[in-house]
């Protein structure tokens, strides 16, 4: 079982940015897909960015052209840059390893606060 240990998180004011961090345990980490979610209280956790094997990305329409999925396989580790962020963006974020139908794993969350 791959784990996955979350960083970054903290409060920030509108506007301002963070960086995510996930780095994960194991040997599986360059051919699986890693994916970042996320949840508000009250909500159901929702995709927020994914990114494959071969480097193809996709947003949520409520964050394409403020944040940004990479991953550096030489680490093992997934990050996500936000940029512009908004109050609605408060969420704990999970991150997220897909490699197969029995081989995925969660990360344990990072919250998120955007507040003045």
């Known amino acids: 079982q791959v784990q996955l240990v979350e960083s970054g998180g903290g409060l920030v004011q509108p506007g301002g940015s963070l960086r995510l961090s996930c780095a994960a345990s194991?040997?599986?980490?360059?051919?699986?897909?890693m994916g970042w979610f996320r949840q508000a209280p009250g909500k159901e956790r929702e995709l927020v960015a994914s990114?494959?094997?071969?480097?193809?990305?996709a947003y949520a329409d409520s964050v394409k052209g403020r944040f940004t999925i990479s991953r550096d396989n030489a680490k093992n580790t997934v990050y996500l840059q936000m940029n512009s962020l908004k109050p609605e963006d408060t969420a704990v974020y999970y991150c997220?390893?897909?490699?197969?139908?029995?081989?995925?794993?969660w990360g344990q969350g990072t919250q998120v606060t955007v507040s003045s």
């Open positions: 997220y390893l897909y490699y197969s139908s029995t081989n995925r794993s």
């Open positions: 194991g040997s599986i980490f360059s051919r699986s897909t």
């Open positions: 990114i494959t094997s071969s480097l193809t990305t």
